[in-house]
């Protein structure tokens, strides 16, 4: 079973971070609940009632003590938070990726079900982390997504190694470029190739070939159709063209 999420646009999502500003996390969490009377109630499927949106919002902030929440934490423990946090809302929510597409599901999520957790992990600064027109960016969305593309069933054993791989600045480079993201045998090559060892000695500097490999493997894509393919072979495909990238950096190195 799948469930149906609450949702809020955007512009009521924005007035309730503005309530936000002048409070303390204690404060906001006084102010997180289950439901809202302004939370749009979609319709087609069986709605996420207030027990099931109690039971996520404990899972979630369970995993944020176990890495320090409410205190003030380093970088190291929010991204332990976030690489927790990805598996448990994959297996959790019970959520369709067409359902979990829906930007304003995320709003909801951030803004009123747990809109303490998003101040514990970034703040106010970033409407981005709490609205979901920004699904690569926001809190809980992009963590979702990276777990669903990346998961790996092993013996009928969810594994979340890949999604845990790469650092966030480099799952952005895969994830913000769509094409490649929602392509899931794709993003999962791409993954793999990048956190491979062997990807750190083909004398490229990293940030290169981070950010040039999923270049032209987008521009392969205009002529090749990787969802046809084995996931063997797209791997195959996906180191050559780590290898391209490498060979061209190191041209321009000897033409320089």
Known sequence: MTY??????PLE??????????????????????HRADAVAP????????????????????????????????????????????????????????????????TYMAVSLLPDVVFWRFGLANDERWIGTGIVRHTFARLWWQAHVLRVVHDGVPDYTLANSLPENELNQIFERRSIGGNPPLARALARALSHPESNRLGVPRRYL??????????????????GMAEETVDSRVWQTL?????????SEGAG
């Not at 906001?28 to 609940?33: E, S, T, V």
């Not at 999923?214 to 392969?220: G, I």
């Not at 290898?243 to 041209?251: I, L, V």
């Open 243 to 251: 290898r391209e990238s490498a060979a061209a950096f190191q041209n």
């Open 210 to 227: 981070v950010r040039d490999a999923p270049k032209r493997v987008r521009r392969l894509m205009a002529f090749t159709s990787f969802l």
């Open 13 to 34: 999502g924005r007035e309730l971070i503005t309530g936000y500003r002048s409070l303390t996390l204690e404060q906001i969490r006084f102010h997180a609940g289950t």
């Open 4 to 9: 149906l999420y609450p949702r809020l646009s």
């Open 43 to 106: 319709t087609g499927g069986v709605p996420a009632g207030p027990q099931i949106l109690a039971h996520l919002a404990k899972q979630v902030r369970t995993c944020a003590e176990m890495y320090g929440y409410p205190d003030t934490v380093g970088d190291a423990r929010h991204v332990g938070f976030d690489r927790s946090t990805g598996a448990l809302l994959r297996e959790v929510m019970e959520i369709a990726p067409a359902e979990a597409a829906e930007p304003d599901v995320w």
